[in-house]
T-cell receptor, first 111, second 113 residues
Framework: DGGITQSPKYLFRKEGQNVTLSCEQN?????MYWYRQDPGQGLRLIYY???????QKGDIAEGYSVSREKKESFPLTVTSAQKNPTAFYLC??????????FGDGTRLSIL | GESVGLHLPTLSVQEGDNSIINCAYS??????FIWYKQESGKGPQFIID?????DKRQGQRVTVLLNKTVKHLSLQIAATQPGDSAVYFC????????????FGKGTLLTVNP
């Protein structure tokens, strides 16, 4: 089955530590996205990438970094500069003008 | 109902009733709208979409209505079932080639058996 796989499902970060969230898709989608969701809130865009080796900042990029070395993969690093990293992180992908397809998220907490 | 940018409203219905979830959008340039369903601990799941050249679109048990005059979108669920209990989000694409979506904060639908 084609889909988007996010790992791990739960992740804990210590103070001053960088952590990387994985997002892999086998849908042959060109565009990939990272969103942050806080309790009772909608999704806010962190970064997005329309093609390999290219990405753009979303609305809340500060404290995050991404790479897009392969079409299938779009990892997100939450750096120590992100002072409030506790949230549910969602990865999505799409192709053309189709609706975005989401993974099942990674919940990041602070130790 | 909800408005893109307001706090999470709730809707409680009886099993078998029809549900209507509302969404107001602010960008008159938006040309594509999507409804997603999100169950607890999972990612949003696509339900139905509609483009701005239409005012109604039907799927299986769901109908989306678009009123561009008042910038209003609604999702109707027929014969609501307990499995429909979830948070429902509307999202709009304001156009352009980068296909960025703006999400509302969602409506929590609870179906009582």
């Amino acid at each position: 089955d084609g889909g988007i796989t996010q790992s791990p499902k739960y992740l804990f970060r210590k103070e001053g530590q960088n952590v990387t969230l994985s997002c892999e898709q086998n849908l042959n989608h060109d565009a990939m996205y990272w969103y942050r969701q806080d309790p009772g809130q909608g999704l806010r865009l962190i970064y997005y990438s329309q093609i390999v080796n290219d990405f753009q900042k979303g609305d809340i990029a500060e404290g995050y970094s991404v790479s897009r070395e392969k079409k299938e993969s779009f990892p997100l690093t939450v750096t120590s500069a992100q002072k409030n990293p506790t949230a549910f992180y969602l990865c999505a992908s799409t192709r053309g003008n189709q609706p975005q397809h989401f993974g099942d998220g990674t919940r990041l907490s602070i130790l | 109902g909800e408005s893109v940018g307001l706090h999470l409203p709730t809707l409680s219905v009886q099993e078998g009733d029809n549900s209507i979830i509302n969404c107001a959008y602010s960008n008159s340039a938006s040309d594509y709208f999507i409804w997603y369903k999100q169950e607890s601990g999972k990612g949003p799941q696509f339900i139905i979409d509609i483009r701005s050249n239409m005012d109604k679109r039907q799927g299986q048990r769901v109908t989306v209505l678009l009123n561009k005059t008042v910038k209003h979108l609604s999702l109707q669920i027929a014969a609501t079932q307990p499995g429909d209990s979830a948070v429902y989000f509307c999202a709009e694409n304001s156009g352009g080639s980068n296909y960025k979506l703006t999400f509302g904060k969602g409506t929590l639908l609870t179906v009582n058996p």
